[in-house]
Structure formats: structure tokens, C-alpha cells
């Protein structure tokens, strides 16, 4: 995850003066090497001045959309314990999850970010547990009745939230609801007179060079502007299920959290949400929200306060090109099925482990996070045509989607288990295996279901060694067939390294998690005992 955007209260004033007075200083020194050049290629050279006026201005669309981007300050008591959840949305389920999402915590740039501001700001992290803390950020105003978008981060926790306008008066805000997932939020103030706004744009049209601008609060200095253009799009971050994000090479800093990307319409297409810095600062690499993901968020929360999303009911994973050609899909593209969940959806339409969604309702399945944000987005109970890949082939399934459900099975902890004592096992290619006895099933936590051989072992030098098998790994498939035995499996393997193939597709359970691994064979691959 990267970091996000909301900052402590307090600047250094000191920075502005250090950083005029190197500038003067280096202006200074390199005054002597100015050097006179010829008049004529300076007449050449000059700009006329009505060229000058003819340089575009965002004057007039900062004029237009300022007073309905606001600063938004969140106060919460300091020997407040962190909040254990969120009740605004199903944070616990992952929707259509991906065996390597895990869940939203720290990371290094959050703790890089804090020692930033502890030294720019003596004191900072001196303060007492017990004292009042405050992080600004920002957010715009959609609705003329006082309703307000902003970041989940930004308010998450909080015990108090006020709006603050331009013109700095302040308003009580009340949250109406949120959403880890897409990290949301609107806010409600009273108002007895229509507000100024801003609209929706289409993110959808937005194209990798279009110039923008970004308006919020950074440092909690105010209102701030800066402009920049689409650098990318459909970034994902691993911060969440359905990143998709924008990046921005416009200026944006912690506190800039929450506020809106304009397009040159002064329409709304994203909201500021991460940067991407080394320093603490931005070095033009921000991410923004969309407003094709957002929009539909927030207008449930404004409906009933919470999000109510379309599942599926798969685990899946990305379509790796060694497993593309076991599977002989013609692309390395869509999202394949690695478990189905009993009486899920997909389950009750057909839906098997192997298969390859390629298409949903039309929309084509590049990568594998483009799944989750199609289904969360269609009509519960509405009927899909799904296009999957399946044996060499395709076929049409048409599941009806479902609502996420509140309290999801999840997986169990990662553990190392501790292995019972030598089981008589068989050795192939490297891997030493053993029955899938009552013993390894309590050891291992497996689910009575999962049926398959245990790997007790695995050299070094195998080529499931470079894949990432680990002793506790239960192989249940080979080549997309059910294993019983040891003696099978090793039988399988062989027949793959001695004939024309040369790569196998393994079903690996791990820590209760289905994954498929497709792993290139050696014929050099040492067969120890």
C-alpha cells in the first residue's frame, strides 16, 4: 500500500526563506558566466508580446470549481484505541479475491512519511498519548444540500469532522457513510442556502496525456492548485480489491488527500488518494481515484449509507503464460478459477476450478483485477453471460450475481507446520510426497474436502523449487486430474518430464488457499530419495 495523503496540522515556516535564499545565492554565483550573443539570433528568438497572451490560463476554471473544493479537518481523541473494522461496508470480504491480496496495513513509506514530518516539525511525535490528534485533508462538494466527498483515511476513526470553505468558516460535518474497499467517504453539512458545486466527469474518456488539475489542502496550507497531466491509467497499488487508479504527474501532497482531479471541463474524474515519494513529498507520482469506480460508491452511500456489491463467488489468479500454455489458451490473459465457493453463484451456473473467465457480460478480461471491479459494479440478482476457457475451448455460463456476503469464510492464518514423524513417502523429480492421512489434516488445518498428497519435501535443485513449492503444500491436481496417491502422483510427474511435454499445471492448496502453479520440468531435475 502506498502512503496516503492526510496531514498532521503545523508547517515550517522556515522552509520558504532557506529555500529563497538558495535561490538568490545560486543566482548570484552564476551571474559571471551569463554571456552576450549575437543581436540578430536574439531578435530571432524573442517572443512577441502577443504571443504571451496567447498562453492558455487556468485562471478561469479555478475561479469556477474553488469554492466547492473544501479543506476537511478530522480530530480524534489520542488515547482512542485504533478502530478494529469498519461497519460501513463489508470490509472483511475480499469479493472475488486473488490468492496475494492481503489486508490493508502500514507500509514502509507510511513509517518513511512519519519520521518526515518529525523532523521538519520538532515535537510532532512527542506528543502525549492522551492529547487531541488532527489530520487535514481535503474534499469537494457535489450536491447544493451540503453533501461532500472526501477519503475514508481521511475521516476513518475520527471523533470530530468540520468542513472548512475558502473563505474559512466552518461547518460540523456528519459522516453519511464509508468504504474501505474504494477508500470513500461523504460527508453531510447543514446549510440553509444552496452551496456552490462541482459535477461528475467521465473518467472513461480521459486519455495518458490529458492535462488536469488538482485542488485540495496540502500541508494544511489551503486551498492549493497545481496542474499536471494523465500519466497512466488502471494503475493498481495493492491497496484494496478494486484499485484502478490514475496517476498523475500534477502536484499533489499529504493533505491533498480527498480533494477532486479536474479535466479542463471543470468536471470531476478522480480523487486524489495516494502518492508514490521516497521523501516525503511529491515527485509526480500521485494516484486518483476515478470517477467511473467513484461516482457509483458514492451514490449509494448517499442512498443508504453503505455499498451493496455484486459477487460471484471465485477465487482467482492471474493467467501466468506457462499456465496460459498448459491450458492452451491462445493469450496470457483473463482470470483464472482457482476455488469456487459451495453453492456460490458461480457454483450453482457450472463454474469449475481451471477455468479461465475471458469475458463478463461483454467486457473483455485483460487482467486479472479487472473481474472484481466488473462484477462489484452489476445488479444483484441480475443474470450474467460470462464467457470461460475450458479445455481447450470455450464455453457460455450464465451465473446470477449475488450480494457480498457480510461475513465470508476466510482462510486461515499462515502457519509453519510442524511435521509429524517421517511418513513413508515417494520421491519425484525432487519433491518427496506423502498420503493426505487425519494427521496432516489436523497438523496442516486442512478442510475435510481437500484431498490430494502432501509435500514433505523439496530439493533445492527441483524445478518446483524455482516455483515456490514448500514442504505443507497439498498437490490435488496434476495436468487438472485428481491425485489419490503418492505413487500416482510420482507416476504423473515422470510421464511429463519422459514425454513431449514440458511443463505440468499443479492445483496447490496452502494454508486452506487454492492456487495454481505451472512449472517448467527439467529433464536434469535430480530424483532424490
Excluded: C
Aim: no cysteine.
Amino acid at each position: 500500500m502506498l502512503p496516503r495523503l492526510n496531514a498532521p496540522v503545523g508547517f515550517s515556516r522556515h522552509w520558504g526563506r532557506y529555500a529563497l535564499g538558495g535561490l538568490l545565492a545560486a543566482s548570484l554565483a552564476l551571474a559571471p558566466l551569463v554571456v552576450p550573443f549575437d543581436s540578430a539570433l536574439a531578435a530571432e528568438t524573442a517572443v512577441a508580446p502577443h504571443d504571451l497572451a496567447a498562453l492558455p490560463s487556468l485562471a478561469p476554471l479555478v475561479k469556477r470549481v474553488m469554492s466547492a473544493v473544501v479543506n476537511v479537518s478530522a480530530e480524534e481523541k489520542g488515547d482512542k484505541t485504533a478502530a478494529a473494522g469498519d461497519d460501513s461496508d463489508n470490509s472483511d470480504n475480499p469479493g472475488e479475491s486473488t490468492p496475494d491480496q492481503g489486508q490493508q496495513g502500514h507500509s514502509p513509506f507510511d513509517e518513511l512519511l512519519r519520521k518526515f514530518f518529525e523532523q521538519q516539525m520538532p515535537g510532532l511525535g512527542n506528543q502525549p498519548h492522551n492529547q487531541e490528534r488532527v489530520a487535514l485533508g481535503s474534499g469537494f462538494i457535489i450536491d447544493p444540500q451540503g453533501y461532500v466527498v472526501t477519503n475514508n483515511h481521511v475521516v476513518q476513526g475520527a471523533d470530530k469532522v468540520t468542513v472548512i470553505f475558502q473563505d474559512d468558516t466552518r461547518h460540523p460535518a456528519k459522516v453519511i457513510g464509508r468504504d474501505t474497499k474504494t477508500d470513500l467517504a461523504l460527508l453531510k453539512i447543514k446549510t440553509d442556502k444552496p452551496l456552490p458545486f462541482v459535477t461528475w466527469g467521465d473518467s472513461n474518456a480521459a486519455q495518458v496525456g490529458d492535462w488536469v488539475l488538482a485542488v485540495g489542502n496540502p500541508f494544511g496550507l489551503g486551498g492549493t492548485v497545481s496542474s499536471g497531466i494523465i500519466s497512466a491509467r488502471g494503475r493498481d497499488i495493492h491497496s484494496g480489491p478494486y484499485d484502478d487508479f490514475l496517476q498523475l504527474d500534477a502536484a499533489i501532497n499529504r493533505g491533498n488527500s480527498g480533494g477532486p482531479t479536474f479535466n479542463l471541463a471543470g468536471q470531476v474524474i478522480g480523487i486524489n488518494t495516494a502518492i508514490y515519494s521516497p521523501n516525503g513529498g511529491s515527485v509526480g507520482i500521485g494516484f486518483a481515484i476515478p470517477s467511473s469506480l467513484a461516482k457509483p460508491v458514492i451514490e449509494q452511500l448517499k442512498g443508504h449509507g453503505k455499498v451493496d456489491r455484486g459477487w460471484l463467488g471465485v477465487q482467482i489468479q492471474e493467467v501466468t503464460p506457462e499456465i496460459a500454455k498448459n491450458l492452451g489458451l491462445p493469450t496470457p490473459e483473463g482470470a483464472l478459477v482457482a476455488d469456487v465457493t459451495v453453492d456460490g453463484p458461480a457454483s450453482k451456473a457450472g463454474f469449475k476450478q481451471g477455468d479461465v473467465i475471458t469475458a463478463f457480460d461483454g467486457h473483455p478480461i485483460h487482467h486479472v483485477r479487472d473481474l472484481p471491479i466488473i462484477v462489484a459494479e452489476t445488479p444483484v440478482n441480475e443474470k450474467a453471460t460470462v464467457k470461460v476457457w475450458r479445455k481447450d475451448g470455450q464455453i457460455m455460463l450464465n451465473p446470477t450475481i449475488a450480494a457480498m456476503p457480510n461475513n465470508p469464510k476466510l482462510a486461515a492464518a499462515a502457519t509453519t507446520p510442524e511435521p509429524p514423524k517421517e511418513p513413508q513417502h515417494v520421491s519425484a523429480l525432487g519433491l518427496k510426497l506423502a498420503p493426505l492421512d487425519q494427521d496432516w489434516h489436523t497438523r496442516l488445518h486442512i478442510a475435510k474436502g481437500v484431498k490430494g498428497v502432501v509435500v514433505t519435501s523439496v530439493a533445492n535443485d527441483s524445478p518446483f523449487a524455482r516455483e515456490g513449492l514448500q514442504p505443507g503444500d497439498i498437490i490435488q491436481t496434476i495436468d487438472q486430474e485428481a491425485v489419490a496417491s503418492p505413487r500416482e502422483a510420482a507416476k504423473r510427474l515422470e510421464a511429463v518430464r519422459d514425454g513431449k511435454r514440458k511443463s505440468v499445471l499443479l492445483l496447490i492448496n496452502r494454508n486452506g488457499s487454492n492456487a495454481y502453479v505451472a512449472v517448467s520440468m527439467d529433464k536434469n531435475a535430480d530424483d532424490n530419495g
